[in-house]
């Protein structure tokens, strides 16, 4: 008769246990790991994040969202679902909608700094620096690994005024990523609000060295030399670094998100800043997608063109500023791209009429009289070259543009010492200018290293 004890058959120390035992063991393993599995499953599965938005947002920009939507319904508990889609509205500047998402992701796997990475730049942005601090805080220390996440928390307690603990996050993120300009730029703003003039032109001139197209370090590394006393050094880093963005560490999602910006004017943004950043094969991509949806889009014709002379792709320039006159006649800097091109294409009559139209348009453009005066030098017209020159200096005293026309024209004119000086009052404003430092060099001037340079090339 079969034993009524189960667990005492199935541990009989001796002799081979009965087949019903082994069947019941068996069927009970069964159901362990059936417990664990539906375990799993039921492991936080949260519900997206639907704007409210939805219905008033570009048709592609709510359909990109219904599609990470129903991918999030099918994986509730995957966190990457959760941030996919919170990546979705970050990139199109919801950043509310994206802080939640990021939340999912994160009470999913909340060992995962990405996520909490995301979450506070999105809280940040929303204009809640203190809660982005304190959310960053109560997590940074078992993510030590992350330099992102420490680059951030540095840039959080900057702007919460804490100098000394953002140099710690600072330099927790170069020992993590060396190779990054960053986390210099970073320290050296800590270094600077601490008093330590020296270390900050230091870690400035670090970052420059390993990225010269960091606009907004040429501006921090003007105000340290300020305090060093070393003015006209200052000056001209502070002009050269007006206007530049600071910007975060990139991650492993962020880095290739661009094509997540669906919305017109993020499409645009990106694009505008991929163009000052000189890389214009990131903007093309954008702004074809703007065009799409609305092929006389004034703002992406003109940075399409701009984009394809930087480039060197001067017949599509060409066609481009074509283009974009055909729709909207009136754009002066249409026409001055325009002129640009034919000039690069031999067609100086072209030059001359599109620059005329241009300075029709926008008398005060400095840019335009500098360009005109590059045609006068052209067709041997070097006293024509100067007044054109001398008036864009006039409107635009601190565009390198005006400073290097007027060098040229000087140069021509039989003047190379106020040739000269336009050259290095050029330099002055943008150390890294290439043209300017060549002409220099034709008139055999040496010019003096730029900052962040390396010192092999010193």
């Not at 509730?76 to 970050?90: F, M, T």
């Not at 669906?262 to 990106?270: E, H, I, N, T, Y």
């Not at 067609?347 to 590059?374: C, F, I, M, Q, V």
Request: a negative charge; charged letters at 25%.
């Amino acid at each position: 008769m079969e034993s009524s004890d189960t667990n005492g058959d199935f541990l009989r120390p001796s002799g081979p246990a009965p087949a019903t035992a082994i069947r019941r063991a068996g069927f009970a393993l069964m159901l362990l790991a059936l417990g664990l599995a539906a375990c799993k499953e039921k492991a936080p599965g949260l519900a997206p994040v639907v704007t409210a938005k939805l219905p008033q947002l570009e048709p592609e920009l709510a359909k990109l969202i219904r599609e990470h939507t129903i991918v999030v319904e099918r994986s509730p508990s995957k966190a990457r679902a959760h941030a996919q889609l919170g990546l979705v509205y970050e990139m199109n500047s919801l950043w509310s909608e994206a802080r939640q998402s990021f939340d999912n992701a994160l009470a999913i796997e909340p060992q995962e700094p990405l996520w909490v990475i995301h979450s506070a730049l999105n809280r940040q942005r929303e204009g809640d620096t203190a809660g982005a601090l304190a959310f960053v805080r109560e997590r940074e220390e078992r993510m030590r690994g992350s330099a992102p996440l420490q680059h951030l928390y540095g840039e959080l307690l900057l702007a919460s005024g804490d100098p000394e603990a953002a140099q710690q996050a600072f330099e927790r993120a170069i020992v993590l990523a060396p190779d990054r300009a960053e986390g210099f730029a970073g320290r050296g703003e800590a270094r600077l609000a601490l008093g330590d003039a020296q270390g900050a032109s230091e870690d400035f001139e670090r970052s420059l060295a390993l990225d010269p197209e960091y606009k907004s370090v040429r501006y921090q590394l003007g105000l340290a030399w300020r305090a060093l006393g070393r003015t006209d050094d200052a000056e001209r880093e502070l002009a050269a670094g007006a206007g530049g963005a600071k910007r975060a560490m990139p991650d492993a999602i962020s880095a290739n998100a661009g094509n997540l910006r669906v919305g017109r004017a993020d499409r645009l943004a990106f694009a505008s800043s991929a163009l000052d950043r000189k890389k214009p094969r990131q903007a093309l991509p954008a702004l074809k997608k703007v065009l799409e949806q609305d092929p006389a889009d004034e703002d992406a014709l003109v940075y399409r063109t701009n984009a394809l002379m930087q480039l060197g792709r001067w017949d599509d320039a060409l066609r481009s500023a074509d283009e974009t006159l055909a729709h909207h006649p009136d754009n002066a800097l249409a026409w001055m791209y325009r002129s640009i091109a034919a000039m690069q294409l031999g067609r100086k009559d072209e030059t001359r009429a599109a620059l005329e139209r241009a300075l029709e348009l926008d008398p005060g453009s400095h840019l335009a009289h500098a360009y005109l005066s590059g045609y006068h030098l052209s067709v041997g017209s070097p006293q024509e070259a100067l007044r054109s020159a001398e008036r864009s200096v006039e409107l635009g005293p601190d565009a390198v543009e005006g400073h290097i026309a007027l060098g040229r024209a000087c140069a021509a004119s039989g003047d190379p010492e106020r040739a000269r000086a336009a050259f290095e009052r050029a330099l002055a404003i943008a150390p890294d200018n290439a043209v300017a430092r060549a002409e220099l060099e034709r008139l055999g001037v040496a010019a003096a290293p730029a900052p962040g340079a390396r010192s092999d090339e010193r």
